[in-house]
Nanobody
Framework: EVQLQASGGGLVQAGGSLRLSCAASGFTFDDHAVAWFRHAPGKEREGVAYISVSDGSAGSTYYGDSVKGRFTISSDNAKNTVYLQMNSLKPEDTAVYYC???????????????????WGQGTQVTVSS
């Protein structure tokens, strides 16, 4: 079955780090754009980071302004997994984090949230002050 599974969330103090994982099953990330979104209570869903994967290698990456310099998105093709390394975490990073993917058919352009058609279940990240 085609699935995305997000994991790695937890409770961390401000300034700490977490690494989230997004594992694909039933398909590979080749020729896909993979993104992390987050949704906090009382806030709109926010795009966090994006990575394009083509021919088994990572392509362009993009980051939301609020996480630039702190978060890093990467892919491990052998494990068919995309990661989000989160450093210098802040309480405002608290949210449910979702991974999503869309087949790009070779395009490396950014894709809008409405274009992602495969979504993981989300993983909770809580940052205490």
């Amino acid at each position: 079955e085609v699935q995305l599974q997000a994991s790695g969330g937890g409770l961390v103090q401000a300034g700490g780090s977490l690494r989230l994982s997004c594992a694909a099953s039933g398909f590979t990330f080749d020729d896909h754009a993979v993104a992390w979104f987050r949704h906090a209570p009382g806030k709109e869903r926010e795009g966090v980071a994006y990575i394009s994967v083509s021919d088994g290698s990572a392509g362009s990456t993009y980051y939301g302004d609020s996480v630039k310099g702190r978060f890093t998105i990467s892919s491990d093709n052998a494990k068919n997994t995309v990661y989000l390394q989160m450093n210098s975490l802040k309480p405002e990073d608290t949210a449910v984090y979702y991974c999503a993917a869309v087949h790009t058919y070779g395009s490396r352009r950014p894709f809008g949230p409405e274009e992602y058609d495969r979504w993981g279940q989300g993983t909770q990240v809580t940052v205490s002050s």
